[in-house]
Structures are given as structure tokens and as C-alpha cells.
């Protein structure tokens, strides 16, 4: 095997090593290369302008991360062998590999009823298959069936390296400091005991900060007004152009892969043999689209995509309760008004909707601290944990979306 090493400037952590002949023929892949054109925070952007960076940046920040991670789990005698640690490589690298335009904004309304894991899953085996078999070890540890579990934990857990880099990497673009996170002393502190992933007690204070830097960034960043309209905007504006397709209505999009996601596509089945054209279809394509529509003889349509493209968003307010019927109600007659559309139409610019995060969910996350002594306790039972049962529960808020009429 021809010994390989390339060296990537990555601006979050420096220099980044890709040293396996396998792994860079993988990043060099048009599938993978098509996450360049996906951006990592969908609208993030037209609040924090900087949060520009795309889903390959992550995927090779999460690489990174996981390469020390394997290092300092070796160091501690961990057993590891070469064939399971270019897996736990490979698996992380491609761990995103499905995702659609706009990401979580999209998954279920351009692509419907699929979630992304399903065909990064479908993708990573079309890819095992030109690679003769190479991504097998990969994809045991991507799915969990790997006997090793601390490899799955790594990649999909409660301290795995893809929550880790994204954390890291978005509070870097979005200049938020409250998401800044100790990753490098928490993967330093990472060990395995009876299989399983978990931390020493040196790290709790790491461990804690991690949890709360979280939930700050989902209700500073995530679930921030600006970025809930504008996605909610782009789920609205494919809604009306399926219903417009569905009355038989002119509604072409820019590339034949939004035609085709737009009217062909029926269900999860057919998505298999269809890879090849999701994997042309990105975040440009969309936006082209939507861009064309604003000329759209469909005032509706034409109104949504203008207001996306032109930044002049939805207002929305968020509270602790649902929100009044007569205030919704007050809202939709004022978009009646001011656009002169029917009421059933108003459902395109006054909607209501919940919005939610949990800091540490007892129920199904388990961060496990292994203590000198050899006992281990989960985070939330540690004497004088900050993460105890007041944050355990979901934020729940309420959130309206409605037109700005003054």
C-alpha cells in the first residue's frame, strides 16, 4: 500500500493529516465533494453572517476529532486494531454524507418520510461496493453492529466527535463564545471500561460545560427567531409549489433534480434507485429555484421566495404558552388584507408551531463517569452536579410566525 499524506488548513484546528490511500480517495469522491455546496446551518447565516461553513468542513472537522480520540484510547491500551480504527475513521467521515439541501430544514418535505441517516446508510453501502468491500468495518460501526460499541459511541453518542466538532465549528463561525467547548481536554479524558465509552472523573467540569454550552447554542443560534422563520419560509414555499404540481398548475424548478424530488418522487422505496440524483441535488439548485420563483405568476409562491431572497422574513414571537386563537386569527385577517389572498391561503404567512431542547435527557442519554475508585455514575448523579433533574426536562416554547403589515 503506497504510503499517502495530505495535509488540509482547517481553520478551527489547524492542520488536519489524512495519512490512508482509502481515506482520500473517500474525501475525493463526487459524493462526498457534493457536501462542499450543503451548507452546515441552512439559514444560520442570515443572522450570524459568518456561518457560512459547509457540511464537508464539519465532516473533516469530526475526522479530526476522531482521529485524537483514537490516539489518546490507544495510549491508554485500549484495544484498537488498524482495521477498526480506519473504520471509526471512515464511518464519521461519511456520517453525513445523506443529507439533502438545507438539511434538517428540508428532510421531510423535499425528500419525504426519508431520514437522512437511512441514506447515508444506503450511500455508504453503494460505496462499499466501488470499494470492493473496503467500507464494511465502517458501516458495522456506523449501524452498531459492531461488537466494539465505544467505536458507534465515538460516532454517535452522547460525547461523540460529530456533536463535538459541530459545537466547536459553528460557535467559531457564528463568533457566538458561549458555544466554545473544551473538546481537546474532554477527548483527552475519554476512556472504555466493560465496552462501554466513557469519561474520568477529571473531566465532570468539561463534561458540564459541553451539556450547557448546547443548550445555549440551540436557543441563541438553532432556534433563534430569524433562523426558525426563514426555515420554516422555505418548508412553506415547497409546500405551495407541490400543491400548485398537485392542481396541475406550471411549476418548473432550475435543475431536473428539483423537478424530480418535486413531482416525481413517490416514497422511501424508490430512493434507492435514485441515489445518483440526490446526490446532484444541493443547496444551489434549491436556491436557483427559488430565485426563479419570485417571478412566479402564483402571488403566493411569488411573495414566499421574495421574502426569503430579499431577507424580509416573517415576524415571530415566542412564549411559554400556546398561543391565542384570537391573536392568530387577528393575524391571518390582517394577511388577508394586506395581500389579498383567501383565508385557506393564510395558512402561508400565520403559523404557529412548538420549538424544544433538552440540556440532558435522563431518559436516553447516558454520559458515564468512571471515578478512581473504579465506580461509574452518570453525570446527572455526580454530588454537585450542575446537570441534575431541573435541566433534565424538555424548554418547551411556543412559537407564531405571521407578516409584517407595518
Given at each position: 500500500?503506497s504510503s499517502?499524506?495530505?495535509?488540509?488548513?482547517?481553520p478551527v484546528y489547524?492542520f488536519i493529516?489524512?495519512d490512508?490511500?482509502?481515506?482520500?480517495?473517500i474525501?475525493?469522491?463526487?459524493?462526498y465533494?457534493?457536501l462542499?455546496?450543503?451548507?452546515?446551518?441552512a439559514f444560520?447565516?442570515l443572522?450570524?453572517p459568518g456561518?457560512?461553513?459547509s457540511?464537508?468542513?464539519?465532516?473533516?472537522?469530526?475526522y479530526?476529532?476522531m482521529?485524537i480520540?483514537?490516539y489518546e484510547?490507544?495510549n491508554?491500551n485500549?484495544d484498537?486494531?488498524?482495521e477498526?480504527?480506519?473504520?471509526?475513521?471512515?464511518?464519521i467521515?461519511l456520517?453525513d454524507?445523506?443529507h439533502?439541501?438545507?438539511?434538517h430544514a428540508l428532510?421531510?418535505e423535499?425528500?419525504?418520510?426519508?431520514h437522512h441517516?437511512?441514506?447515508?446508510i444506503l450511500?455508504?453501502q453503494k460505496?462499499n461496493?466501488?470499494?470492493?468491500g473496503?467500507l464494511?468495518t465502517?458501516?458495522e460501526i456506523?449501524?452498531n453492529?459492531?461488537p466494539?460499541?465505544?467505536?458507534?459511541q465515538?460516532v454517535?453518542g452522547?460525547l461523540?466527535?460529530?456533536?463535538m466538532?459541530?459545537?466547536?465549528?459553528d460557535?467559531?463561525?457564528?463568533?457566538?463564545?458561549?458555544?466554545?467547548?473544551?473538546y481537546?481536554?474532554i477527548?483527552?479524558?475519554?476512556t472504555?471500561?466493560?465496552?462501554?465509552?466513557?469519561?474520568?472523573e477529571?473531566?465532570?467540569y468539561?463534561i458540564?460545560?459541553?451539556l450547557v454550552?448546547?443548550r445555549?447554542?440551540?436557543?441563541?443560534?438553532?432556534?433563534?427567531?430569524t433562523?426558525l422563520?426563514?426555515?420554516r419560509?422555505?418548508?412553506?414555499i415547497?409546500q405551495?409549489?407541490?400543491?400548485l404540481?398537485?392542481?396541475?398548475?406550471e411549476?418548473?424548478?432550475a435543475?431536473?433534480?428539483v423537478?424530480?424530488?418535486?413531482k416525481?418522487?413517490?416514497s422511501?422505496?424508490s430512493?434507492e434507485?435514485?441515489l445518483?440524483?440526490?446526490?446532484?441535488?444541493?443547496?444551489?439548485d434549491?436556491m436557483a429555484?427559488?430565485?426563479n420563483?419570485?417571478?412566479?405568476?402564483?402571488?403566493?409562491?411569488?411573495t414566499?421566495c421574495?421574502?426569503l431572497?430579499?431577507?424580509?422574513?416573517l415576524?415571530?414571537?415566542?412564549?411559554?404558552e400556546a398561543?391565542d386563537v384570537?391573536?392568530?386569527?387577528?393575524?391571518?385577517n390582517?394577511?388577508?388584507?394586506a395581500?389579498?389572498i383567501e383565508?385557506?391561503?393564510?395558512?402561508?404567512?400565520?403559523?404557529?408551531?412548538?420549538?424544544?431542547?433538552?440540556?440532558?435527557?435522563?431518559?436516553?442519554e447516558r454520559i458515564?463517569?468512571?471515578f478512581?475508585?473504579g465506580?461509574i455514575?452518570?453525570?446527572s448523579?455526580v454530588?454537585?452536579a450542575?446537570i441534575q433533574h431541573?435541566?433534565?426536562?424538555?424548554?418547551?416554547?411556543?412559537?407564531?410566525?405571521?407578516?409584517?403589515?407595518?
Amino acid at each position: 500500500m503506497s504510503s499517502v499524506h495530505k495535509i488540509i488548513n482547517d481553520p478551527v484546528y489547524g492542520f488536519i493529516t489524512i495519512d490512508h490511500p482509502l481515506i482520500l480517495k473517500i474525501i475525493s469522491h463526487p459524493w462526498y465533494q457534493r457536501l462542499r455546496n450543503i451548507n452546515q446551518m441552512a439559514f444560520a447565516h442570515l443572522v450570524y453572517p459568518g456561518a457560512v461553513h459547509s457540511r464537508l468542513h464539519h465532516s473533516l472537522g469530526a475526522y479530526h476529532l476522531m482521529c485524537i480520540a483514537l490516539y489518546e484510547l490507544k495510549n491508554k491500551n485500549i484495544d484498537i486494531t488498524a482495521e477498526e480504527e480506519l473504520g471509526a475513521k471512515i464511518a464519521i467521515l461519511l456520517h453525513d454524507i445523506g443529507h439533502g439541501p438545507f438539511s434538517h430544514a428540508l428532510e421531510s418535505e423535499l425528500i419525504k418520510d426519508v431520514h437522512h441517516e437511512e441514506i447515508s446508510i444506503l450511500l455508504m453501502q453503494k460505496m462499499n461496493e466501488q470499494f470492493e468491500g473496503q467500507l464494511s468495518t465502517a458501516i458495522e460501526i456506523f449501524t452498531n453492529k459492531h461488537p466494539k460499541r465505544f467505536l458507534h459511541q465515538l460516532v454517535s453518542g452522547q460525547l461523540d466527535v460529530d456533536r463535538m466538532d459541530y459545537l466547536n465549528r459553528d460557535s467559531f463561525f457564528t463568533g457566538v463564545a458561549e458555544g466554545v467547548i473544551g473538546y481537546d481536554r474532554i477527548l483527552k479524558m475519554l476512556t472504555v471500561k466493560d465496552g462501554e465509552l466513557m469519561v474520568e472523573e477529571k473531566a465532570i467540569y468539561s463534561i458540564e460545560k459541553f451539556l450547557v454550552s448546547r443548550r445555549l447554542m440551540y436557543w441563541q443560534v438553532y432556534l433563534h427567531k430569524t433562523v426558525l422563520a426563514s426555515e420554516r419560509i422555505l418548508v412553506k414555499i415547497i409546500q405551495r409549489a407541490k400543491e400548485l404540481f398537485t392542481q396541475g398548475k406550471e411549476i418548473n424548478g432550475a435543475t431536473d433534480e428539483v423537478n424530480f424530488f418535486l413531482k416525481d418522487f413517490q416514497s422511501k422505496s424508490s430512493i434507492e434507485q435514485h441515489l445518483d440524483k440526490f446526490c446532484r441535488l444541493d443547496d444551489h439548485d434549491v436556491m436557483a429555484t427559488i430565485k426563479n420563483w419570485c417571478k412566479h405568476p402564483d402571488k403566493i409562491l411569488a411573495t414566499l421566495c421574495r421574502s426569503l431572497v430579499e431577507r424580509k422574513l416573517l415576524k415571530v414571537k415566542l412564549q411559554a404558552e400556546a398561543f391565542d386563537v384570537n391573536f392568530v386569527k387577528e393575524k391571518q385577517n390582517e394577511a388577508m388584507a394586506a395581500l389579498d389572498i383567501e383565508e385557506e391561503n393564510t395558512g402561508y404567512f400565520v403559523f404557529t408551531g412548538e420549538a424544544s431542547n433538552t440540556t440532558y435527557n435522563l431518559e436516553d442519554e447516558r454520559i458515564n463517569i468512571l471515578f478512581k475508585d473504579g465506580t461509574i455514575k452518570d453525570i446527572s448523579q455526580v454530588d454537585n452536579a450542575l446537570i441534575q433533574h431541573n435541566l433534565s426536562g424538555a424548554t418547551k416554547k411556543y412559537y407564531i410566525c405571521y407578516l409584517k403589515t407595518t
